[in-house]
T-cell receptor, first 113, second 111 residues
Framework: DGGITQSPKYLFRKEGQNVTLSCEQN?????MYWYRQDPGQGLRLIYY???????QKGDIAEGYSVSREKKESFPLTVTSAQKNPTAFYLC????????????FGSGTRLTVV | LAKTTQPISMDSYEGQEVNITCSHN???????ITWYQQFPSQGPRFIIQ???TKVTNEVASLFIPADRKSSTLSLPRVSLSDTAVYYC????????????FGTGTRLKVLA
């Protein structure tokens, strides 16, 4: 079955550490996205990529970095510069240039300890 | 940029029909309006999508007026398991195919 896989489901980070969240899709979608969701809040866009080797900052990119070396993969690194990284992170993909909406992964919950 | 507005929360009783409206302006004229359901600690799940007028599937209906400045998700005969947050998703009119999420409506279904 086609879909998006996020791993790990739960992640714990110590203060000052960088951590990388994985997102892989086999839907052959060109565009991929990372969202952050805080408790009881909506989704905020961190980064997005519409084609391989290209990505753009979203609304809250500070303290995060991404890469898009392969069509299937869009990893997100939460750096030590992100002062409040504890949140639920969602990856999504879509067909580029067509407004059919997103397919979402199941999310990664990151907690700073 | 497109802007969206949804009611923050709604309560309903089991068996009732629930209508959730998303107001949106400056959206792309030729793209879909999509609705998602999200349970706690899960990714949003696709419910229904439409371009204009009315669309119905096995779980919901979507009503979109001709001016496309709003859309209404209709859930017939809700059950306790429909308690969730519901989001609309539209495409911004800027031509960049930027998606804009609604603010989300927290639906609580009561027994």
């Amino acid at each position: 079955d086609g879909g998006i896989t996020q791993s790990p489901k739960y992640l714990f980070r110590k203060e000052g550490q960088n951590v990388t969240l994985s997102c892989e899709q086999n839907l052959n979608h060109d565009a991929m996205y990372w969202y952050r969701q805080d408790p009881g809040q909506g989704l905020r866009l961190i980064y997005y990529s519409q084609i391989v080797n290209d990505f753009q900052k979203g609304d809250i990119a500070e303290g995060y970095s991404v890469s898009r070396e392969k069509k299937e993969s869009f990893p997100l690194t939460v750096t030590s510069a992100q002062k409040n990284p504890t949140a639920f992170y969602l990856c999504a993909s879509s067909i580029r240039g067509q407004g059919y909406g997103y397919t979402f992964g199941s999310g990664t919950r990151l907690t700073v300890v | 940029l497109a802007k969206t507005t949804q009611p923050i929360s709604m309560d309903s009783y089991e068996g009732q029909e629930v209508n959730i409206t998303c107001s949106h302006n400056n959206i792309a004229t030729n793209d879909y309006i999509t609705w998602y359901q999200q349970f706690p600690s899960q990714g949003p799940r696709f419910i229904i999508q439409g371009y204009k007028t009315k669309v119905t599937n096995e779980v919901a209906s979507l009503f979109i007026p001709a001016d496309r400045k709003s859309s209404t998700l209709s859930l017939p005969r809700v059950s306790l398991s429909d308690t969730a947050v519901y989001y609309c998703l539209v495409v911004d009119t800027s031509g960049t195919y930027k998606y804009i999420f609604g603010t989300g409506t927290r639906l609580k279904v009561l027994a």
